[in-house]
Each structure stands twice: as C-alpha cells, then as structure tokens.
C-alpha cells in the first residue's frame, strides 16, 4: 500500500474562482477528509506572524502542568471549548483511550446573534 500524504486544497481557487472552480475544491476538500481525514489549506490570508504566534502559544500552554491546563478544561463541554485532557477521548466504537490532549476554539458570536445560544464562549 502506497502511502497516503495530506491533501493540500487552495482556498484562492474557491473565493476567487468561477462556479467550476468552487465545485472542483468543494470536491477536493470533501474528498480528503473522507478519504484522509486531514487537509491542508493554502492561500488563506492569514499572516504568517499570526500563525507563528498562534503555534508559540499553543506550545506555551501545552508545556504547562497536568494540573494548570486542567483549570481551562470545561466540564460538560465535551471538548467543544477548552482543554481536552489526555485519554479522554476515543475513537468511534472503540473503548481504548486516544493517546491526545487538545484545546478547542470556536466561532465566536456577539450576545445578539439568533443563534448565541448555539456557540459556547471561548475559554
């Protein structure tokens, strides 16, 4: 079996490109999350200075102790928002802790979006 990389998908192709254009990365981007289950994405327009303070912090919080990252996981939340600890999660039909901890954020909304009840705030 040969193997598998990660799809690379160009969003210039969706936001700048004609009807055609559009179907061919929705099919793209359909295609490696179901056939690969990760995608990469370029030509989004986010500044590389972003990206690289995003990955600093990110390295920063998971360098913390067990129990100062526990303080921002949510309970209830089921790792919609927040710290994920390490073994709390599994795969699909399997009773074998995954061996990942994560942080979660999500799409923010203002107090007088229809939908605020929807999207929990970010910790």
């Known amino acids: 079996m040969a193997d598998k990389?990660?799809?690379v998908v160009d969003l210039s192709k969706y936001v700048?490109?004609?009807r055609t254009q559009k179907k061919d990365f929705v099919n793209q981007i359909g295609s490696a999350f179901h056939e690969i289950g990760f995608v990469g994405v370029k030509n989004h327009g986010i500044p590389i200075d972003l990206i690289e303070q995003f990955y600093?912090?990110?390295k920063d919080f998971f360098a913390l102790s067990t129990e100062e990252k526990k303080k921002y996981e949510i309970k209830g939340m089921a790792g919609q928002r927040g710290y994920t600890s390490f073994g709390k999660e599994h795969a699909k039909h399997s009773k074998v802790a995954d061996l990942k901890e994560f942080f979660q954020?999500?799409?923010e909304v203002n107090d007088?979006?229809?939908?605020?009840?929807d999207y929990p705030s970010n910790i």
């Open 112 to 117: 007088e979006h229809p939908n605020r009840a």
């Open 5 to 7: 990389v990660i799809p």
């Open 105 to 107: 954020i999500g799409q």
């Open 56 to 58: 600093a912090r990110a």
């Open 16 to 18: 700048q490109g004609d």
